[in-house]
């Protein structure tokens, strides 16, 4: 289980996640990242906003969850958290290159998480990161710093 910044996740054992920025922006706040795969332990491998080392280091068959906090922003791109993620439309982001994208709010607080999955992920590893991000939990009044 990863506890960190009001929120926690459930992940299989031999996946990986860290508490540790994985760039050097501070805003909005990272408050997850969960791989199937070891990742950095610091954003020295970062370009700008993009976690460079950890995307570099994803395998063919791997994923990787990356997310974020936003503390004032407000909008319809922020609906409800679901009962039940789904990945349905890669999204070229510029942090991130593609990537699956679920927008969120839960206890008051805003989410955008995105899913990097290699090109050759299995549908285990995808229903992995969904029972992963189904497990996503977020305390009220506890916002990422």
């Not at 950890?54 to 395998?59: E, G, K, N, S, T």
Request: proline share 8%; aromatic share 12%.
């Amino acid at each position: 289980m990863f506890h960190g910044q009001g929120i926690s996740v459930r992940y299989p054992s031999w996946w990986h996640a860290t508490a540790a920025p994985l760039t050097p922006v501070t805003s909005p706040v990272q408050v997850l990242a969960v791989a199937s795969y070891p990742l950095p332990d610091n954003g020295r491998g970062a370009d700008g906003c993009m976690p460079k080392e950890a995307l570099d280091a994803l395998p063919a068959d791997g994923a990787f969850i990356y997310g974020w906090e936003y503390g004032s922003l407000q909008g319809e791109n922020f609906r409800p958290r679901p009962k039940h993620f789904a990945l349905r439309n890669v999204v070229a982001f510029e942090c991130l290159g593609p990537s699956y994208a679920v927008h969120f709010r839960q206890a008051g607080r805003m989410f955008q998480i995105h899913v990097v999955l290699g090109s050759r992920a299995s549908a285990y590893t995808r229903a992995t990161v969904l029972r992963i991000l189904d497990s996503f939990e977020a305390k009220a009044g506890t916002r990422a710093r």
